[in-house]
């Protein structure tokens, strides 16, 4: 067998001198250097999921509506009349700390070949995004850097950015987490799956040609800790080309209308390696592949460097023998070669020849399946106790009014507009509601119907209590596709963490799971994929514990939907839900106002969150409400800003409560399922009927009108500010 | 007067358009016209053609500059040879940069002052002689429509020539100002026709903006002007 000299040792190949034994005794031999190199990537923590599996086997995965879970490129959930929906998140966060525009850039790239590989049309983007202070000018480079690899990756290839989140905390200094999400819709008939099955058909690789780009990028990058020297990992980002990738998208679903294809998958992380053996392994078949016939960018490189090249825009194409040249044509005409590189086997190997010299030979489930599970240990936080600390102690703010303005300003509760202005939120015509609503939806042409998408997360929630952190993470997500009319569906995870060997990292991540598997089984929203992200760290220190969430739900009636904005003076004000419960524990209030992140963190009641999930959502599709939000982060002072400030008219509101609890816990508290609307007079009966039905609480709480917000409480005026203010103090939070 | 007259649209697909799609469904399905594809390798405007659109997105990658590429395909000579025949061409956002690129349309549109990607909605405001485009619209008439684009920020050719501005930025009343412009298009431009009248390049995207369900409609008045203007005028002869 031939071999390569440059990488000799496991350690190089980012294992273990156990895992090393391991792969002697499963291939019953010392692997080559190749092969280790293969084994290194295919064995990494990012492909594996060696630290994670054992865990993730508690999330939900079934339900009825899931036409395809986990293990898949995408998870597929039905939307009846014959179509599905695709969906899937994943992180780029080592890559763009490394290299943030071409880091996130990648991480669009890689995720829309995601949704493309089981035929669906990728139709929406959505990112979550995590970055430390501001202030700090690192900081702020990484955040501009990764907001412009998003606008013009997204941009150019055309798949609207319609949502997503950002959140800026010191605990994200050192590691930006850059998680995005795809949802594709697709013909139930078209789904294909990334599988090579039939012993003799032609695999194909397809787009751009294999370069030195990514090496190591899932061993090295993405399975280790950052480090000083990371400068030097520059080599393990790719670079992006969004207009190969369009062409790949269109040659794609062009040759998807036919069946001259059998399986298609995307080569990302660990590439030609990763994409050849996970196929032939769903298909239970083999893989022979001459790496001569893989086009390359520099003639000179080894079948080391192209096996484990992750250069972008390339997609493994399973063919039906004998349409080799409809299929070479239909790419053609996309401007795409489309290079015959090897064949499906018969023999449950993947075999990777030099013309006729073999220099690879590996048992398929050996490199897929067969790296070890390891059941971590796990450890609870030390300083656990110290985070049971109330908020009694913090004075009450003099004015309501600046204390309002100065949360509004914060760039974790302000306005996102300079952001999402250099996304193209619009192209594809189904945006109806845009960024900046609780969820975006998306219109399904030639139907009534849409589709409601959103993504969260909170690390802080998570760093206090993992398991009911990720709850709320789960309810924070329903609670978003609820308000703007949407049927909760299932979920796509990304699992953000620092370094699983430390065993408190361990600890929350087991605890994370377990709370949103609970969440998830009680909301009636299976996950269908996802990823997981560790060591998420830098020296010693590691991220907050960050579970995201991607939810997808479906709408009756896109053109119900009625975003946040106050419609018209008059209209009564309603509160539904847990009215009375919120607190200033966990909250946002504590942590911009005071720099406390502490306190207990709510359970989630699930009862409650389904009543009132339910009573939001038909309150929309029956036509009832003139707006609706959820209130969330900043407690319902932000949620009243934001009603004023994507009010048209700029209308405002006067709220006259009745409440004896201080006055900062009743404006900003947090917690449970909390929805504010806004009811026409002669629809207030409905909304009583409906409070009755779902057995949800409502009150009226005030008014619409005027161009200010005003707060009464027990008959006192407390807070006053015009809408003109709130939208100013909004825009400033990100200038 | 007008039945019986076919208004047949083109919608032209450049490797990279991305708005190719939503064009040929807002023809098709609101505008309620037919429309088919034209490939960029297509060597003439099929018979029967009434109006040829360019679509939005990132021809060849924007790669170069904006339009560049795409100008140079066979498809766009043909489009010069229906231009000059009296047909109707329509560039949009892209569209519009390949036209400058091609010599269809005069001036350059060069990257916005603020050097990024915008997206947003606009207000422009109807400007100069009717032309097919804006035929069934009325002078200082004021729309709103959705941008986005990296690179709109028109110059006029160096020679000092003026171009027929058809549409100017400007705001919700009508006033135009610096205040009002996304991109430092000179003037405000936001749309210009040829001196006949036949050709128009705008940024603004009217086929975002032609269904009520996506926040206004403006958009569909810009293409039923060509539409209205093609059954009265246009089918005997420019």
Known sequence: MGSEPRMASWEEAGLTAKEYDEICEQLRRPPNALELGMYGLMWSEHCSYKSSLLHLEQLPTEGERVLQGPGENAGIIDLGDGLAAAFRIESHNHPSAVEPVQGAATGVGGILRDILAVGARPIALLDSLRFGNLHDSRVEHLFSGVVSGISQYGNSVGVPTVGGEVYFDDAYADNPLVNVMCVGIMSTEQLTRGTAVGPGNPVYIVGAPTGRDGIHGASLLASRQLGDGDGDMRPAVQVGDPFREKLLIEGCLEMLQSDAVIGLNDLGAAGLTSAASETAARGGTGMDIDIRAVPRRESDMTPYEIMLSESQERMLVIGRRGCEEEIEETFRRWELDAACIGKVTNDEVLSIRDGERILAHIPVQSLTSGAPRYDRPTRPPSDCAAREAGAEEIPIPHDAGDALLQMLSHPNLCSRRSIYRQYDHMVGIDTVLTPGADAAVLRIKGTERGLALVTDGNGMLCRLDPERGAAQTVAESYRNICAVGGEPLAVTNCLNFADPEHPEVMHAFQQVVQGMARACRELNTPVTGGNVSFYNQTLDRGIAPTPVIGMVGSVDDVSRCPGRGFQRPGDAVLMAGQINTAKLAASQYLNIMHGLQEGPVPEVDYDAERRAGELCRRAIMEDAVHSATDISDGGLMIAVSECGAASDEGLGCRLDLTDSRRPDELLFGEGGPRYLLTVPEDQIDTLVCLARETQCPVERIGTVGGSEVQVHVNGELILRASVPSLCRARGEGLT | ?238
């Open chain 2, 1 to 238: 007067m007008c039945g019986g007259v076919i208004v047949q649209f083109c919608v032209v697909t450049y490797p990279g358009s991305n708005c190719d799609r939503d064009c040929y469904y807002v023809i098709g399905e609101v505008l309620a016209e037919p429309v088919r594809y034209l490939r960029h390798w297509a060597e003439h405007v099929p018979r029967g053609t009434s109006c040829v659109v360019l679509p939005g997105g990132f021809s060849y990658g924007d790669y170069l500059r904006p339009g560049a590429i795409a100008a140079r395909m066979p498809v766009t000579g043909a489009i010069e040879d229906f231009a000059a025949g009296g047909g109707l061409v329509l560039g949009i956002c892209n569209g519009f940069q390949i036209l400058c690129e091609a010599g269809l349309l005069p001036g350059s549109l060069i990257v916005n002052d603020h050097l990024a990607f915008s997206c947003l909605p606009v207000h422009v405001r109807v400007e100069g002689d009717p032309s097919p485009f804006t035929h069934s619209l009325k002078q200082g008439e004021v729309l709103r429509m959705p941008i986005a684009h990296r690179d709109g920020n028109y110059r006029p050719p160096s020679d000092g020539a003026q171009p027929q501005v058809a549409l100017r930025y400007c705001s919700p009343a009508g006033e135009l100002g610096e205040d009002y412009n996304p991109n430092g298009s000179q003037y405000s431009t936001a749309a210009i026709t040829n001196e006949r009248g036949n050709v128009m390049g705008m940024m603004p995207h009217p086929e975002r903006c032609a269904e009520s369900i996506l926040g206004g409609e403006d958009g569909m008045r810009v293409l039923q002007s060509a539409v209205d203007w093609w059954k009265e005028v246009g089918s005997y002869g420019i």
